[in-house]
Structures are given as structure tokens and as C-alpha cells.
T-cell receptor
């Protein structure tokens, strides 16, 4: 079945350093979503990408959707302590969204 | 705030018991999806309800069942609880088109179930 993998599983960075998480699907996706889950919290929607090669920015966050629509990345510039949490990508499969394995980010002040 | 509310927030059960978790979806959303999230894992799809009908199911046994009501609120029932059922259960509402998920999922805070 369709699988969505993310790397790395964990990332510790010093505050001010950049961070990137990569998402890979075994099948072509019609769109991809990204969510952030703070420790002890619930997933919160960040963005949806639809077009091949699409790049979207939200302040310090840059999201990319691969040309083949099978991979995506999230890049955070100059991380802050408020960026701490687990970042999930999610791809649709008919009626449901399949979530990736997540990348847990810790930011050291 | 997403407007999605879940209850109870925490509960403890013993093996073999039954549990019912509740979810009120965001106003105007006709689709509710339930996910199970074990500690340190990503959310795993349990099933989805669209306009009171089960619209799809993940790899969960029949002892996981659900309902959706005319106001689009939903329940998740788990019978014969097992230790591995201990997890955060998340409800997500969305606006589905013919049952297909194309938009943002709005998650509730979750119900944390511990099975002893």
C-alpha cells in the first residue's frame, strides 16, 4: 500500500540554525499537506501544495512539492524555540490522508 | 482553535472493557475522520464518516466502530480493549466533496486512552 516516509526522524538544532525535513511517497500524490504537532498537542494544518514543483513560503518556512509529485520538503530558516514540535506530511489516498512518520525537532536555546 | 471538540480528554480503562469517545465537528463540516496516534508515531487512519455513512476504513479490527449523527458529530467505540489500544485518539473534521478529502483537516485536542 501507499507509504509516506519522512527523514530525519529526529533533529536537534541550535537556535538560529536552519532545519529541513523531507517527505517521500511510494506513489504519486494529487496534493500534499504539512502539519505541526507541538509536544502534548494535536496536529495543526500548515499548508497544502497541489502543483508539480510548487514552492510556498510562510515567513521563515519554505515548502516544496517535487516535480514528480512524490516528494516534498519543509525548510525552516533561523529556527526559534517556538518551532519545537513534530512536523508531519500527509498525502491523500482516495477518502483518507496518510500521515508520514514525522520529524521531531528540538531547538536548543 | 479549530472548533473541533473531543471528550473525554483523558481516560483510563482496563483490558476487556469498552470505551466511547465523542467528537463535535467544526460547524459546516460534513466529514469526520478518526485517527489513532501511539506515542512517538504518526496518526494512523481508523475510519471516516461522510454524511452519516462510513466512507472508508483503515487497518483496524471490527471491534473499532463508529457513528456519525445528523449534526455531523461522531463517536468512536472500541470493544474488548487491549493494552495496545493505549494511544491518543484524534478526531478531524473537514469539508468533504462526495466523501473525498481534498482540504485541510481540523483536529481536536484528542482523547488520551490508557488501558491497564
Amino acid at each position: 500500500g501507499q507509504q509516506v516516509m519522512q527523514i530525519p526522524q529526529y533533529q536537534h538544532v541550535q537556535e538560529g540554525e536552519d532545519f529541513t525535513t523531507y517527505c517521500n511517497s511510494s506513489t504519486t500524490l494529487s496534493n500534499i499537506q504539512w502539519y505541526k504537532q507541538r509536544p502534548g498537542g494535536h496536529p495543526v494544518f500548515l499548508i497544502q501544495l497541489v502543483k508539480s514543483g510548487e514552492v510556498k513560503k510562510q515567513k521563515r518556512l519554505t515548502f516544496q512539492f517535487g516535480e514528480a509529485k512524490k516528494n516534498s520538503s519543509l525548510h525552516i530558516t533561523a529556527t526559534q524555540t517556538t518551532d519545537v514540535g513534530t512536523y508531519f506530511c500527509a498525502g491523500p489516498r482516495t477518502y483518507k490522508y496518510i500521515f508520514g512518520t514525522g520529524t521531531r525537532l528540538k531547538v536548543l536555546a | 482553535e479549530t472548533g473541533v471538540t473531543q471528550s473525554p480528554t483523558h481516560l483510563i480503562k482496563t483490558r476487556g472493557q469498552q470505551v466511547t469517545l465523542r467528537c463535535s465537528s467544526q460547524s459546516g463540516h460534513n466529514t469526520v475522520s478518526w485517527y489513532q496516534q501511539a506515542l512517538g508515531q504518526g496518526p494512523q487512519f481508523i475510519f471516516q464518516y461522510y454524511r452519516e455513512e462510513e466512507n472508508g476504513r483503515g487497518n483496524f479490527p471490527p471491534r473499532f466502530s463508529g457513528l456519525q449523527f445528523p449534526n455531523y458529530s461522531s463517536e468512536l467505540n472500541v470493544n474488548a480493549l487491549e493494552l495496545d489500544d493505549s494511544a491518543l485518539y484524534l478526531c478531524a473534521s473537514s469539508l468533504g466533496l462526495a466523501g473525498a478529502n481534498t482540504g485541510e483537516l481540523f483536529f481536536g485536542e484528542g482523547s488520551r486512552l490508557t488501558v491497564l
